[in-house]
């Protein structure tokens, strides 16, 4: 069982991961509506409270800053989906180099002349 000793106490982090994986889970779910993206977000926000448990104090309220890393930890997620979209095919505004042709270099050397 890991212990986390904070400034005022010791918290039992598997404890604490045994009663709040469930609602973290399914509040992360609700929020990126993917079972496998929420699973990892899961683990990621359990990963930031266990290095950051040691530097909180006893009057933490434990849900409330569970439940903070987790909207934080979801949202940094959402903006970075946002920021890879992916193009079908038929909406490139070019063709794809064909991969089986000449050497590049040949094609580029050949355009620029």
Excluded: C
Excluded at 48 to 61: E, G, Q, S, T
Excluded at 91 to 100: C, F, N, Q, Y
């Amino acid at each position: 069982m890991a212990r986390v000793e904070t400034k005022e106490s010791t918290w039992s982090f598997d404890q604490i991961y045994d009663e709040y994986k469930t609602p973290i889970y399914n509040y992360v779910y609700h929020l990126v509506g993917d079972r496998e993206q929420a699973d990892d977000l899961t683990q990621d926000t359990f990963l930031k409270a266990f290095r950051a448990l040691p530097k909180m104090d006893a009057n933490l309220k434990l849900s409330a800053w569970l439940y903070r890393i987790a909207t934080n930890t979801a949202y940094d997620a959402l903006r970075r989906r946002k920021l890879i979209a992916w193009l079908p095919w038929q909406d490139l505004d070019h063709e794809p180099a064909d991969v089986e042709s000449a050497d590049p270099q040949e094609i580029y050397l050949d355009t620029t002349l």
